[in-house]
T-cell receptor
């Protein structure tokens, strides 16, 4: 059974810092991995999608990497801003979505 | 997914036909979300229900898409005059407004020929 974990559970940083969020999964037989952002009371927003054959994806200040063999992905956020404050979820597509518990990020002005 | 069923699991239809997708959550989940995932694309938010009302319909891609929820439980997503670009997996998720956790159903794979 696929399990997804994320560390840290919560993170608070001052504005402008670069930061890394970590995601681990137990079964490497995945179709893709996605990073999502969740704002309170809102639906999930997909940030980056990495197909199983890819190693990384970039969008603006976000960069996500995927190492299937070790069952790990990282989300790198450069020059963090208060508007980045949200819960960040990673999920693997393995017959169905399996989500990690999320990292709650607070970026302080 | 934890207590969320969707039907049908697979649907193949011809271009121009209407389809109705159903989400049947276990009781107690007041928030309900519809998403879709097209081949090679990230998850796309469609609509959010709180109870029977939809405060956020911003993700519906066109006026061919509509959704309703009755009794605070079952929800249907209707796509009229389907197009080939509507082909995707349509996912329903439920949650409690007090938490951020969403529980996804298994999805309906829609193929428009």
């Amino acid at each position: 059974k696929q399990e997804v974990t994320q560390i840290p559970a919560a993170l608070s940083v001052p504005e402008g810092e670069n930061l890394v969020l970590n995601c681990s999964f137990t079964d490497s037989a995945i179709y893709n991995l996605q990073w999502f952002r969740q704002d309170p009371g809102k639906g999930l927003t997909s940030l980056l999608l990495i197909q199983s054959s890819q190693r990384e994806q970039t969008s603006g200040r976000l960069n996500a990497s995927l190492d299937k063999s070790s069952g790990r992905s990282t989300l790198y956020i450069a020059a963090s801003q208060p508007g980045d404050s949200a819960t960040y979820l990673c999920a693997v597509w393995d017959q169905n979505f399996v989500f990690g518990p999320g990292t709650r990020l607070s970026v302080l002005p | 997914g934890a207590g969320v069923s969707q039907s049908p699991s697979n649907k193949v239809t011809e271009k121009g036909k209407d389809v109705e997708l159903r989400c049947d959550p276990i009781s107690g989940h007041t928030a309900l979300y519809w998403y879709r995932q097209s081949l090679g694309q990230g998850l796309e938010f469609l609509i959010y229900f709180q109870g029977n009302s939809a405060p956020d319909k911003s993700g519906l891609p066109s006026d061919r898409f509509s959704a309703e929820r009755t009794g605070g439980s079952v929800s249907t997503l209707t796509i009229q005059r389907t197009q080939q670009e509507d082909s995707a997996v349509y996912l329903c998720a439920v949650g409690f407004p007090s938490t951020d956790t969403q529980y996804f159903g298994p999805g309906t794979r829609l193929t428009v020929l």
